[in-house]
């Protein structure tokens, strides 16, 4: 009766790529896979610089408040567009390196970047329609 039991339990775990908590299972969403946290300076070499994709990078803080407020409203905005465009978050404490070499004066500072060139960039928090306006402007549409 264990055994039955115990297979029952392994035949019924949902498939990778889900989560289940209480009993539902709930699948991971797509839009994530297009914004990820830097890593370190080879890591924003490779994912953000080297990108055949237009990039926003979000150079933002831990402590920062307006930062709470954008970067997530920023995300949904780029999870909509599918995959036109990535978003890389760069936590200046962590990479005080890359802030720098951006210049990076205040926090939230996002940057628009294609073919490895910063084409765009605005300081502090914006409404939805602003960012709109800032992602269609990367992408060209």
Request: with cysteine; glycine share 8%; charged share 25%.
């Amino acid at each position: 009766m264990a055994q039955r039991l115990a297979l029952c339990r392994l035949l019924s775990r949902p498939a990778r790529g889900s989560l289940v908590s209480h009993g539902r299972a709930f699948s991971t969403s797509a839009g994530r896979r297009n914004t990820f946290n830097v890593q370190d300076g080879s890591d924003f070499q490779d994912r953000v610089v080297n990108s055949p994709k237009p990039v926003v990078v979000d150079f933002h803080a831990q402590w920062c408040g307006p930062c709470k407020i954008l970067g997530p409203r920023l995300e949904k905005l780029v999870s909509k567009l599918e995959g036109k465009v990535l978003m890389a978050k760069v936590d200046i404490d962590d990479h005080t390196d890359l802030a720098i070499e951006y210049e990076v004066s205040a926090v939230p500072t996002v940057l628009a970047m294609k073919n490895g060139d910063v084409v765009d960039k605005f300081v502090g928090i914006k409404d939805e329609d602003q960012l709109e306006a800032f992602l269609k402007k990367l992408i060209g549409a």
